[in-house]
């Protein structure tokens, strides 16, 4: 349990990174979100094998999971069902 804690931190640490950097505006799309998610982070869509690919309800659960952290630590606003993130920094 410790070990998958430690990555979710360090996801969301290379989220605020790539949030910080990229988003030129406040209010983005959560599909965007989304797409930065893969970008950044390209092993939320791997199994527990490197090379095997998740199924995509994995991934969306992931995306979710990673903005619900980010949503806790005060990095952005994220309600599920919204089709927007706002982002704090």
Known sequence: MLKRMR???VVCAIMRCALAN???YCLIQ???FCD?????VP???QGSNEH????PNVVLKRQKAV???LHDTG????????EFVVVMM
């Open 22 to 24: 990229q988003t030129k």
């Open 36 to 40: 930065l998610c893969i970008q950044e």
């Open 75 to 82: 990095d952005i606003i994220y309600f599920e069902g919204l």
């Open 43 to 45: 092993t939320l869509t």
């Open 52 to 55: 095997e690919l998740v199924e």
């Open 67 to 69: 903005a619900a952290n």
């Open 7 to 9: 990555l979710v931190f």
């Open 30 to 32: 959560w599909n965007t």
